[in-house]
């Protein structure tokens, strides 16, 4: 196999040119339509996060909310997707040491990968589940314009059981806390849109009993009002995993940077919902 993940969805979620998606990005972190994110408030304690993941054109403005505000001291991104498809396996390593974009190269994190794998032994390496899969993939072009130097470490999730989420999470926070990766400063990202083609009432109504468990860094009742109201949260699974490794990281309070859904950006009856969290500690 060869050593680098190209890119699955350029010309399709994002611009295959570099200097549109540039472009693109650039919009998205300083001058959306649906707010301006600037440069000067950073979230000085930001160990974790929760961002969309559609097409940029529709979710990049509120995943750029968190984006803008991330100090660019941080060095490792811990980014937890959602496999769609359910392809490959159920927690999936990256097989590749590089995954490509149109704005370049990210490597990858693979001494933390290895420990990792160590930590939580149901992950394995496999390219079913991340070669065709966007939910990472588009978060890539905005670390790449925040960020000047960084390693990734891409875990692809379809179907865990609320042990799983929670032993990942341990393993995580324990990679976190190890020597001497403590040193090295990171964020966890989870990455997720919320409810799907509802109408818009429906959908605010969803996406808030979602938020408000994600808000009070509640895992548990997360997963449990999504099984229960039926809420068509694609990325569920890594925002639970998420919000398990950041308590062990001493997560104190979060933020909600942005909430707004699809037919705010293009006019549709039936929308998708989108918000950015930040989790400080």
Known sequence: MDHIRPSAVAGSFYPSDAEDLSALVDDCLFSSPLGPQGVDSSLHSLIGGMVPHAGVIYSGPCAAHLYARLENSIRRVILLGVNHRARGHKAALSPWKVWRTPLGDVPIDQASTDLLRDRARFLVHDPRA?????????????????LRDFTLLPISLSHLSIEECLELGAAITELCNSEP?????????????????????????LDRMALERVLALNPTDLLNVVEEEDISMCGVIPTVVMLYAVAGLGAKQTRLLKHYHSGEVSPMTEVVGYASVAVEA
């Open 130 to 146: 991340h070669s065709q899969e966007h939910s990472i993939e588009v978060q890539l072009p905005f670390l790449q314009r925040a």
């Open 181 to 205: 990766l403590v040193k090295i400063p990171t964020v966890i990202l989870a990455s997720s849109d919320l409810s799907h083609y509802l109408s818009p009432q429906r959908t605010d109504e």
